[in-house]
């Protein structure tokens, strides 16, 4: 099995969680395709250290279930992966026993859709960030061959074939984006940026149904134009303006056609070393709550990303860090899974400090 721990999200998760006081690590992995334990199923216990490291292995039973010895006793970061038919699933450990959900796979993309398609556009520096919020809705893992069309596939506007920022293994073959990394049952998201066309114009098609459209662009007083889009004005986000648009209920093979033109001053000056489009993001998640699925709730399945070395406090990633973990609150309440004072008082208290982080690292204290 070849393992580069897929670039797992460990800076995503917020709280570490130690080995019982015993050294015992006990759990269960779950074929939710069919319901029933999944048997012969490879788990593995990881150390989130400078390189992640394997300190555990285990074949499920035929109960599908699985059981580490581990009397280090450390406070390190520790997460379990159970590799099932191809994809890995990934989740961080807890203290009691620790369900793990796995899936059957399919070649079908029928049950993906788009729960929201946001499109952030910096019209004088000519740069455009898209995050597409994807949803599985049904309860197989869709994963494709190798070779072209060979994962989630997303149209870019017209005289757009290359894309930076995005995740790994993210390319392109002509005007298609693809993205080769398993789509889990649930809710993902697919970042990623692009020089705007020369042109001004962002016309692209629509790859999956898609249930909304958000447009915001800066400056806001730039020559725009927006097709079936609807004008809902000016919106501030960290005392910065855009000019917002929105659309609903977009089918496949749609059209979104955004035409802009900006002077040619620059955004960057205003932004001085602002990340912007991070600083989009975080204006997003507490702005319009459209990125509250970012992730399921912990426990089920697992998300990827680098891992990163033990180091200095990474403000940057505590910031997304915080951002995700108040998307991972939103979907639990909606859910019920949480009670409404336990969900309000803890949203607070990381909203608050994603405030004062991302006012630090403006240059703002």
């Not at 250290?49 to 009397?71: C, H, L, N, V, W």
């Not at 629509?206 to 889009?229: K, M, N």
């Not at 939103?330 to 969900?343: M, S, V």
Request: charge should be negative.
């Amino acid at each position: 099995m070849s393992i580069r721990l897929c670039c797992f999200a460990f800076v995503l998760f917020g709280l570490s969680h130690a080995i019982p006081a015993d050294g015992l690590v006990v759990g269960r992995v779950t074929n939710e395709t069919f319901s029933e334990p999944q048997k012969d199923c490879e788990v593995l216990l990881i150390r989130q250290a400078a390189e992640p490291e394997i300190i555990g292995r285990d074949t499920t039973d035929e109960q599908g279930r699985f059981s580490f010895r581990e009397d280090d006793g450390d406070d390190a970061l520790l997460f379990l992966l159970a590799a099932y038919a191809g994809v890995n699933y990934v989740q961080q450990l807890t203290d009691g026993p620790n369900e793990i959900a796995v899936y059957e796979t399919t070649d079908s993309d029928t049950a993906l859709s788009v729960v929201s398609h946001h499109i952030i556009v910096d019209a004088a520096e000519k740069r455009v960030q898209q995050i597409l919020i994807v949803r599985n809705s049904g309860n197989r893992t869709f994963r494709t061959g190798e070779g072209h069309r060979h994962g989630l596939e997303v149209f870019l506007p017209d005289g757009v074939t290359e894309v930076r920022d995005g995740p790994q293994g993210l390319h392109t073959h002509g005007n298609v984006l693809v993205n080769p990394e398993p789509v889990r049952p649930g809710h993902s998201q697919l970042p990623f940026a692009f020089d705007m066309p020369a042109s001004g114009r962002v016309s692209q098609t629509v790859s999956y149904p898609t249930r909304a459209v958000d447009v915001l662009i800066h400056p806001p007083e730039a020559e725009i134009t927006a097709g079936a889009l609807q004008d809902r004005g000016e919106v501030t986000f960290e005392q910065h303006s855009f000019r917002r648009f929105s659309g609903a209920g977009f089918n496949r093979g749609d059209r979104i056609d955004l035409g802009i033109n900006a002077s040619p001053w620059s955004f960057s000056a205003l932004w001085g070393d602002i990340d912007v489009r991070l600083g989009v993001l975080i204006g997003l998640a507490i702005g319009f709550a459209l990125l509250a699925v970012f992730f399921r709730p912990a426990g089920r399945s697992g998300s990827h990303a680098r891992a990163t070395a033990e180091a200095p406090p990474d403000l940057p990633a505590r910031r997304t860090a915080l951002m995700h973990q108040i998307a991972d609150l939103d979907d639990r309440y909606e859910k019920g899974r949480l009670p409404e004072e336990e969900y309000r008082a803890r949203r607070n208290a990381f909203k608050a400090e994603l405030v004062e982080m991302t006012r630090v690292l403006d240059g703002k204290e």
